[in-house]
């Protein structure tokens, strides 16, 4: 769905406290309005022959009271329109963010990851903004208009109010013609957002490269690039607005001007009093606010709709990988057994991973995958928790096409090492129980013994609370492989998957943590994606590819 949708279905959820609010902002205008009425009243009360004392005082009292029931008010309506912005903003927020868990792995393969965290920062918040700053602008300028209008009217004479207002036809046509430019270059400043949000991750992460490659001055000058990039973008959205306030300006001192000869004309004659007179200029500095106010309301109108555009090139993107064809009453794998029927795989119509690729796991059973590079070993590992899609036929488990059973259910019994091991920004605990406040600590540090990397762990100030960098930065490549293969084996799953996962351990470590894994591995189907014959040799199985092509 778009973002629209989702925004409409909040609404319905929660439109009283917002119409409410729109309610409170109408009442709030309508009292400003009477202000320049009830001055005019009070200065012809004072310029009269006879002063009325007790009619300047109700008057300056009613001035009082409009002024102390317009902040009620004015408070009410922010309270709950921009709190009511800032609850949508978190409600599309997590949707946005639930969306993006559902996505498959070749989304994020092809899209960049620093414009996926602008559009999820930076473009939803315009959104917010524009429900709820620019829908309020809107309001107040049609409210506060039409009733300065009224009452200029009744002040004067509609052919004077006729002539005082000419700007605003003038300002709303400045203002469609602006519309779409703005429109186009603010697409082009969220465009040097996403860029800049993209080298700052991309850098971050790959800041060990850098330095050890001594590249921080080329990656600054870089930035520097992007950076001025985005000013010339700013700078030209700037433009587009440049003549709207100062137009606004110089048609308002016209009419002002005008008025100024035309009312005080009239006021000679006795055609108006004086308290009049002040009332019109009054309302007409009154409309100038709202009408000034436009250009920043198309401002945050046309950001916001430029980011709901953005937000839903996400919110449209659908899974290439989802339970169309699941079976729900599979509610459990019961084995785990394995088997594969000329399983084959491309990632595109000309690079053809794998092909006919036969093999047969039973139940607790183990088999290692073994290759040169490239030849689809970590494919099969994809294929097997359905990060990569697989056709019809060719894979199964516990007997079942592994298309028919649950995403949920498949991937929770099984635990995964990938070839690059990824580890959160938390404490090494966590990171070995991932949230699951099931698993005891206890468990924790039998499956850490097991993956061997419980001595390196206790060795540290903090022990299983150290706080690990983002993406275990401050770890070892060994530490990280070993903690990640903990994180698997204290799930205790149906089928383990190891892809390549002791690459970064010297032969002496492996070796412990084979003789380890050995009791570990007895209890469940095992898949072992590795280069070294010493791992193979925990597997009853040995399946060697070779040019996508397999040899048991």
């Not at 200065?43 to 005082?57: F, T």
């Not at 960049?112 to 429900?131: E, H, K």
């Not at 010297?506 to 050995?518: A, G, M, P, V």
């Amino acid at each position: 769905m778009r973002s629209s949708h989702y925004i409409l279905k909040y609404y319905k959820k929660h439109w009283p406290r917002y119409v409410l609010g729109i309610v409170l902002v109408v009442v709030a205008t309508y009292l400003v309005t009477l202000v320049p009425r009830y001055l005019g009243l009070a200065i012809d009360g004072l310029n009269a022959k006879n002063i009325d004392i007790n009619q300047v005082q109700n008057t300056a009292f009613l001035l009082g009271l409009i002024g102390v029931l317009a902040f009620i008010t004015r408070f009410v309506w922010r309270y709950l329109i921009l709190g009511f912005g800032r609850n949508i903003e978190f409600f599309l927020r997590e949707t946005l963010f639930v969306h993006l868990q559902k996505l498959s792995t070749d989304y994020y393969v092809e899209n960049n990851t620093g414009d996926i965290i602008t559009r999820s920062i930076v473009d939803i918040q315009a959104v917010r903004v524009m429900l709820g700053f620019a829908i309020i602008g809107i309001l107040d300028a049609i409210v506060t208009t039409g009733m300065a209008v009224i009452n200029m009217s009744a002040v004067t004479n509609p052919m004077l109010t006729v002539i005082a207002l000419a700007p605003i036809p003038v300002m709303v046509f400045v203002i469609l013609k602006v519309r779409l430019l703005v429109r186009k270059r603010y697409t082009k400043v969220q465009e040097t957002v996403s860029n800049i949000a993209s080298k700052v991750q991309e850098n971050i992460t790959g800041i060990r490269v850098i330095k050890a490659f001594s590249q921080e001055e080329m990656e600054a000058e870089t930035f520097s690039q992007l950076s001025l990039k985005k000013v010339d973008a700013e700078v030209k959205l700037a433009k587009a607005f440049a003549l709207i306030n100062p137009s606004v300006q110089l048609s308002f001192g016209i009419a002002f001007s005008v008025f100024l000869v035309l009312g005080g004309a009239l006021v000679s004659r006795g055609e108006i009093s004086l308290g009049d007179y002040v009332a019109f200029n009054t309302y007409l500095g009154l409309i100038m606010g709202p009408i000034a106010n436009i250009g920043r309301v198309v401002d945050r109108w046309q950001r916001g709709m430029i980011s709901m555009k953005r937000i839903d090139k996400i919110l449209l993107s659908k899974p290439t990988i989802d339970d169309a064809q699941a079976d729900f009453s599979i509610t459990e794998l019961k084995t785990g057994a394995l088997r594969a029927e000329k399983l084959s795989f491309s990632y595109d119509a000309t690079n053809q991973i794998i092909q006919d690729i036969y093999f047969s796991v039973p139940s607790g059973g183990s088999i290692a995958i073994m290759g040169p590079t490239g030849c689809g070993k970590s494919t099969i590992a994809g294929l097997l928790t359905r990060v990569w899609p697989c056709e019809n036929g060719m894979l199964f488990v516990d007997g079942v096409d592994i298309n028919h059973i649950p995403l949920k259910v498949l991937r929770e019994a099984c635990a995964y090492v990938p070839q690059e091991c990824f580890l959160f920004s938390d404490t090494i605990m966590e990171n070995i129980r991932f949230y699951d406040k099931r698993i005891s600590d206890e468990q924790v540090i039998a499956a850490a013994i097991t993956a061997n990397v419980h001595e390196n762990i206790i060795d540290f100030p903090a022990g299983y609370q150290t706080v690990v960098g983002e993406r275990g930065m401050t770890l070892s490549g060994g530490q990280k492989q070993r903690i990640a293969m903990a994180r698997a084996l204290v799930k205790k799953p149906k089928i383990l998957i190891l892809d390549d996962c002791m690459s970064a351990l010297d032969s002496e470590t492996e070796k412990q943590i084979i003789e380890n894994l050995k009791s570990e591995i007895s209890g469940c189907t095992a898949v072992i994606v590795t280069h070294r014959a010493s791992a193979a040799a925990l597997a009853d199985i040995v399946l060697y590819l070779e040019a996508g092509e397999n040899h048991v």
